[in-house]
Nanobody, 123 residues
Framework: VQLQASGGGLVQPGGSLRLSCVAPGRGLGPHAVGWFRQAPGKAREYISCDSAADGTTFVADSVKGRFTVSRDNAGNTVYLQMDNLKPEDTAVYYC?????????????????WGEGTQVTVSS
C-alpha cells in the first residue's frame, strides 16, 4: 500500500499548514496512522499517531499544543494541522499506516509509508 502525504509548502513563522494523508484505492478508515518528520541531517522524528478504533490521538511533546491530528468523516483522509509554525519545524513530513486499527507503539511498528511532503518555515 502506498500512502500519499500532501499539503506541504513554504510558510512564514507563526503560520499554519494542514497536511493530508491518503491511501489511494484503499482508504485509511480501518488503519491507525502516524506522522513523522525528518529534517536534513537529523533522524526521523515521531510526531503523532491515532487510533482508527476510537479516534484517540497522541501527539509528541515537541509539537503538543501546536499540532493536531484529525480525520474526515469517512476516516479515509488523515490530517495533520500545524499551527504557530517555527523554523525548526522545517522538514519532510511523512505519514505511515498500520494494518491494525491501533498501533500502541506509535513510534514504530508501521506497515506502510508514503513519500513525504516538504514543509519549510522561513521568513
Amino acid at each position: 500500500v502506498q500512502l500519499q502525504a500532501s499539503g506541504g509548502g513554504l510558510v512564514q513563522p507563526g503560520g499554519s499548514l494542514r497536511l493530508s494523508c491518503v491511501a489511494p484505492g484503499r482508504g485509511l478508515g480501518p488503519h491507525a496512522v502516524g506522522w513523522f518528520r525528518q529534517a536534513p541531517g537529523k533522524a526521523r522524528e515521531y510526531i503523532s499517531c491515532d487510533s482508527a478504533a476510537d479516534g484517540t490521538t497522541f501527539v509528541a511533546d515537541s509539537v503538543k499544543g501546536r499540532f493536531t491530528v484529525s480525520r474526515d468523516n469517512a476516516g479515509n483522509t488523515v490530517y495533520l494541522q500545524m499551527d504557530n509554525l517555527k523554523p525548526e519545524d522545517t522538514a519532510v513530513y511523512y505519514c505511515a499506516a498500520a494494518l491494525a486499527q491501533y498501533n500502541s507503539r506509535c513510534r514504530d511498528g508501521w506497515d506502510w509509508w508514503g513519500e513525504g511532503t516538504q514543509v519549510t518555515v522561513s521568513s
